[in-house]
């Protein structure tokens, strides 16, 4: 998908986390050996001449994990919305490709299990995954909030930036240049309230508010900004700075790190990577 007329700018100063997790906790448990196993893998390919101290566990024993139903139908449910370079379709228009398509596959090889994608709006992910829908879900920011029903393991680091029209017609800068304006965000997002206390700050200092667009989904946020009923789209950084690179375009500046991952129904017990275990802000 190209996107010839934007370019990324701003960012926020705290971080969000996005993880990857299960439906149950069992299903999680066997996510979690699976891509352990894949991981080891890699290492000692890489690097053959260093020992690994434990052998990765055998896809006989990440199947004894899995639920019977699973067992038997071979097939993994994931939920996931169109966000490139995450998950996003070739230029089919049909194929789903992108980072985390390929680690699921990766996983699913490995327990010898089929996948069966949902390919929906950002805003229908949540309540998928809590109504037992869908097994995972892929690209969700972790916040405290979310944490209270679903269950986050740590993929990546991310934040938020600025998306604006190529060239900057706006000069829009830093969150400060957003008083006044119209920004576009998905519905649910953690931008939104980095979005609503930059609109607080506005009207303390006597500007005019941030007017909030919300659109159910990444696609239809670029298409508000492309046609000019939104002046910016307050994204994840990975996203925008990837729209942004791939048309060659400039990016100004950069967010702060944060985390991004899978997500799933609250397990009974939780487990974080260290990386991510600690927050400088949450959205």
């Avoid at 690994?52 to 919305?81: D, E």
């Avoid at 979310?146 to 060239?167: A, M, Y």
């Avoid at 790190?257 to 959205?283: G, I």
Wanted: hydrophobic share 40%; charged share 20%.
């Amino acid at each position: 998908m190209a996107f010839p007329w934007i370019d990324v700018v701003g960012g926020n100063k705290g971080g969000n986390t996005v993880n990857r997790t299960a439906r149950r906790r069992i299903v999680w448990k066997a996510f979690v050996f699976a891509t352990v196993a894949l991981l080891v893998t890699a290492v000692a390919v890489a690097a053959p001449s260093a020992p690994t101290k434990k052998k990765p566990p055998t896809t006989k024993q990440l199947r004894a994990l899995l639920p019977a139903s699973i067992r038997k139908s071979n097939t993994l449910h994931i939920a996931t919305s169109i966000y490139a370079p995450v998950d996003y379709y070739k230029a089919d228009g049909k194929t789903l490709t992108g980072f985390d398509a390929d680690v699921m596959r990766a996983v699913a090889g490995k327990l010898k299990v089929k996948i069966k994608w949902a390919v929906i709006d950002f805003s229908a992910i949540l309540p998928g995954i809590t109504s037992g829908q869908y097994d995972f879900a892929t690209d969700l920011n972790d916040t405290a909030s979310r944490e209270q029903v679903v269950d986050f393991i740590t993929e990546f680091r991310d934040g938020s930036s600025i998306l604006v029209k190529k060239g900057n017609p706006e000069h829009i800068r830093t969150l400060g240049d957003l008083c006044g304006k119209t920004i576009v965000m998905t519905q649910g997002s953690v931008q939104i309230p980095i979005a609503t206390a930059q609109s607080a700050k506005c009207e303390q200092a006597g500007k005019s508010k941030v007017n909030q667009l919300l659109v159910p989904d990444d696609p239809p946020a670029r298409l508000a900004l492309q046609s000019g009923r939104a002046n910016a789209y307050l994204v994840n950084t990975l996203a925008g700075s990837y729209a942004a690179k791939t048309q060659n375009e400039a990016r100004t500046s950069k967010s702060s790190p944060a985390c991004t991952s899978l997500n799933s129904p609250e397990s009974s017990s939780r487990k974080r990577a260290p990386a991510c275990a600690t927050r400088s802000a949450r959205h």
